[in-house]
């Protein structure tokens, strides 16, 4: 069972990209899902989480509402809708899920993707 990402690559600041997470031999309809990322030489943080319902959603504080974060669990995939993208975007995506939502906020999960690369430049 695993979380594949996809979607990722090179854009221009000021646009837009949407990253997708499909679960492989995992249903995703039960868990909490959630987008961290991890720019070169800093630490793993909480871009955005849904809950299990998709009733709560958390956004960063950084999202500055660019950023949004969809399910569709009859898709088994979450999604990462990103707009006006700055250069500070730039860094390893990563889709992860947890049956409870608290852990997934702190970034102690069940499952992790294996990352896509974001870089955001002219």
């Known amino acids: 069972a695993q979380l594949v990402e996809s979607g990722g690559g090179l854009v221009q600041p000021g646009g837009s990209l949407t990253l997708s997470c499909a679960g492989s031999e995992l249903t995703i309809n039960v868990y909490n899902m959630g987008w961290f990322r991890q720019a070169p030489g800093k630490k793993r943080e909480l871009v955005a989480a849904t809950a299990w319902s998709g009733a709560v959603t958390r956004y960063a504080d950084f999202d500055d509402s660019r950023f949004a974060i969809s399910r569709d669990d009859d898709k088994n995939t979450v999604y990462l809708r990103m707009n006006r993208l700055k250069p500070e975007d730039t860094a390893v995506y990563y889709c992860?899920?947890?049956?409870?939502?608290?852990?997934?906020?702190?970034?102690?999960?069940?499952?992790w993707g294996q990352g896509t690369q974001v870089t955001v430049s002219s």
């Open positions: 992860a899920a947890d049956l409870n939502f608290e852990e997934l906020l702190q970034g102690t999960c069940d499952y």
